[in-house]
């Protein structure tokens, strides 16, 4: 609240002051929930903010900094809102317990920094706000008054800017203050209106938030001071009573905040009786004071404004000639002030004493203390005059003006970006202008070359399309012709294989019977070349004949089939089935042939001796059938051209065997006539593996096929 303008403004920001602590530390908190959810603040900091606050509760200010250090520094990942508030906890407390405005100064500049960093809008217009507030308040109290009222102006603008009605009742309290302090006692009180209207509208709630209700009953106790000091006791009584009647009724919905309220109401009760003492009620006027006294002589309480009201029941003492009264009561001020100093109580004290031993017919003492009381009203008065010859009105209207040239500057700086922006897009409209009639022009050249090279084109696959039918019908008259030729040649040929066979049997001469045997082996091959052939060229043309075939079945017929021509070898055979049976949709008579020929050739390209391993797996939705022998393998240069028609990798077997090479060609067009993929792979230890992999969705997996074999990628 406000005093007389001896002595009003320090008292007047020490309670503001204290509103701000409490608007730091505890309003942080009251709403926990609330600001979780709005992402404010962490969850580890709240719960540090809300021990401190309690701490400082117990009148232990230094160790509640203390325990905010020490848990401010263990939180991992503190929000903007947490940094925020653990500078201005200190900030408080070197600013209005210590009275170090220079330390208090630099929390203020660190809150400054922080709240740039804000993550949203509103964010930065609460924080910004604030902590220029508080920036502008330290260089007050260092009589920086010019940088104070700068710092003052850019919590206004923020305010202004963002619709801030918190941060615009700041800055408007703050306004009041100044005049107050000044003398304009009745602008004053309009500034103090405004703020107290400002403070209504922005999130107040009589039954949650306790620092807009602090706020709003210190208003009012304001303007009743200003109404008071511009001698309009009628309205100051009006003011004085509303602001009781708000802290009548706001009381029952904080019951955690009786020693707040209590202090509250004993500064109003030693404000009002004032009014009393203008109007000659004294009566009333001593037992408000004395409500006041009592109240806030209580430890924690706020003891200097006790102080200053027992100034003014001195006052009345004096005036009513009660020497004994007043004696005990300056013996008791004595006391308090040693405890507690106050240089506007200190002045008023040697004040009363001067004139009690006056009184007394003691005019040496009289005369040290009026002496005493000149040289500290001096003292204040002096600190006073710098601030009497600020202007406050002319700082803010400079800093108006200058607000403005900025924004014109920047305003004719976007207006030189926008001549500029123009100019170059025009510019670049003119070279796109140009670039795209240049390009129609060299377009129109370029459409009549394509359409020339169109027609080139056309032309060129006209004559691919003829060519590609011609090398068509002369593949199948190749096919054809070579069908022919086979079936011609393999009766002839057959007829000859059996004649030579009968000849065999008659008695000849040994080289008369080595040149049969010899016409007999090249009739005999003769033949198979044919058959070959005849296979190879229907396979082509001929669909299939599929069937549901046991798989198991097909390829241990194969094997057992193939037992005897491999025991001529010394060789073995070893099968390893499907754990159950399983059929497959396939040509029974084409998949024995495909099958049958990876055996022989296992057989005929495997040395004497040597053991031979057919296997019948499963992988994913596919059959595998295996076939590894330990033979002389395939070499890197003919991996090629193995399943190639008349491929020239074709070798002899290890007993000279003859080979043609269709065979694996023939097994190529069966198997992708199934949909299957055969290859093979060449062992590490010698010998190679061939593999036929068939399209068997659904199926179960049962063995597992060889590590070194991967299925290929259709």
């Given at each position: 609240m406000i005093r007389n303008p001896r002595y009003s403004a320090y008292k007047v920001l020490l309670r503001h002051w204290w509103l701000i602590l409490l608007t730091l530390t505890i309003t942080a908190c009251s709403d926990k929930k609330k600001a979780v959810d709005n992402g404010n603040y962490s969850e580890e900091y709240l719960a540090v903010q809300a021990r401190a606050d309690k701490i400082w509760g117990l009148n232990n200010p230094d160790a509640a900094a203390h325990f905010l250090d020490s848990a401010f520094r263990k939180l991992a990942h503190p929000t903007i809102n947490d940094k925020f508030r653990f500078y201005a906890f200190?900030?408080?407390?070197?600013?209005?317990l210590k009275h170090d405005y220079q330390k208090a100064l630099v929390y203020a500049d660190s809150m400054v920094m922080v709240a740039k960093n804000s993550v949203n809008p509103k964010q930065y217009s609460m924080t910004y706000a604030e902590a220029a507030f508080a920036r502008g308040d330290s260089y007050f109290e260092l009589k920086q008054y010019t940088d104070a009222y700068q710092n003052y102006y850019e919590g206004y603008l923020t305010g202004k800017n963002y619709l801030n009605l918190a941060a615009l009742g700041d800055y408007t309290y703050r306004m009041g203050m100044i005049m107050y302090k000044k003398g304009h006692y009745k602008l004053a009180a309009n500034y103090f209106k405004d703020s107290y209207l400002q403070n209504k509208v922005e999130n107040y709630s009589v039954t949650k938030d306790f620092v807009s209700f602090y706020r709003r009953q210190e208003l009012l106790d304001n303007i009743g001071l200003s109404?008071?000091?511009?001698?309009?006791?009628?309205?100051?009584?009006?003011?004085?009573?509303?602001?009781?009647?708000?802290?009548?009724?706001?009381?029952?919905?904080?019951?955690?905040?009786?020693?707040?309220?209590?202090?509250?109401?004993g500064v109003i009760y030693g404000n009002k009786a004032e009014v009393y003492i203008q109007k000659g009620d004294t009566t009333r006027a001593i037992d408000m004071l004395r409500q006041s006294i009592a109240i806030n002589l209580k430890p924690r309480?706020?003891?200097?404004?006790?102080?200053?009201?027992?100034?003014?029941?001195?006052?009345?003492?004096?005036?009513?000639?009660k020497t004994g009264l007043l004696k005990t009561l300056l013996g008791d001020l004595r006391g308090q002030l040693d405890t507690i100093p106050n240089p506007d109580a200190e002045a008023d004290y040697h004040r009363l004493l001067g004139n009690l031993y006056f009184k007394e017919n003691d005019l040496k003492s009289a005369l040290t203390h009026i002496q005493r009381y000149n040289v500290l009203k001096d003292s204040l008065m002096s600190r006073a005059a710098l601030l009497m010859e600020s202007d406050v009105n002319q700082q803010l209207a400079n800093y108006e003006k200058q607000h403005e040239i900025d924004l014109l500057s920047n305003d004719n700086k976007l207006q030189v970006i926008y001549i500029y922006a123009v100019t170059l897009i025009a510019v670049l409209a003119a070279i796109i202008i140009f670039l795209v009639y240049r390009n129609w022009k060299r377009s129109k050249k370029d459409v009549l070359t394509v359409n020339i090279l169109n027609q080139q084109i056309n032309e060129q696959n006209h004559v691919l399309e003829n060519a590609l039918n011609e090398l068509s019908a002369s593949s199948q008259e190749k096919d054809r012709i070579l069908r022919t030729v086979a079936?011609?040649?393999?009766?002839?040929?057959?007829?000859?294989?059996?004649?030579?066979?009968?000849?065999?049997?008659?008695?000849?001469?040994?080289?008369?019977?080595?040149?049969?045997?010899?016409?007999?082996e090249t009739s005999v091959n003769s033949l198979e070349l044919i058959n070959e052939i005849l296979e190879a060229t229907n396979n082509a043309t001929v669909p299939l004949n599929v069937e549901m075939v046991e798989i198991n079945s097909l390829v241990n017929n194969s094997v057992e089939l193939l037992r005897f021509k491999a025991a001529e070898k010394g060789q073995t055979i070893l099968m390893e089935p499907l754990s159950k049976q399983q059929e497959l949709l396939v040509s029974r008579e084409k998949m024995w042939r495909v099958i049958s020929n990876l055996i022989s050739n296992a057989i005929k390209f495997s040395p004497t001796g040597e053991t031979i391993k057919v296997k019948v797996a499963t992988a994913k939705d596919a059959l595998i059938i295996s076939v590894q022998d330990n033979g002389i393998g395939i070499p890197d240069k003919l991996k090629d051209q193995v399943f190639n028609m008349f491929t020239s990798a074709q070798r002899?077997?290890?007993?000279?065997?003859?080979?043609?090479?269709?065979?694996?060609?023939?097994?190529?067009?069966?198997?992708?006539?199934?949909?299957?993929?055969?290859?093979?792979?060449?062992?590490?230890?010698?010998?190679?593996?061939?593999?036929?992999?068939?399209?068997?969705?659904?199926?179960?997996?049962?063995?597992?096929?060889?590590?070194?074999?991967?299925?290929?990628?259709?």
């Open positions: 200190h900030y408080v407390i070197q600013q209005k109404y008071r000091h511009n001698n309009d006791n009628d309205s100051a009584i009006v003011y004085f009573d509303k602001a009781l009647a708000l802290v009548n009724s706001s009381a029952p919905a904080f019951p955690d905040r009786v020693l707040h309220i209590e202090m509250a109401r309480y706020d003891n200097r404004d006790a102080q200053l009201t027992e100034v003014k029941l001195g006052n009345l003492y004096l005036k009513q000639d079936h011609d040649l393999r009766n002839p040929i057959g007829g000859i294989a059996s004649l030579t066979s009968m000849m065999a049997d008659d008695d000849y001469t040994d080289d008369q019977k080595e040149l049969i045997n010899l016409v007999k002899p077997g290890t007993d000279g065997e003859k080979s043609f090479g269709l065979g694996l060609s023939i097994c190529r067009q069966i198997v992708e006539k199934h949909n299957g993929k055969i290859w093979f792979e060449n062992s590490p230890g010698g010998g190679a593996t061939f593999l036929v992999s068939l399209p068997a969705p659904g199926i179960e997996l049962s063995n597992q096929l060889p590590e070194q074999v991967s299925v290929p990628v259709a």
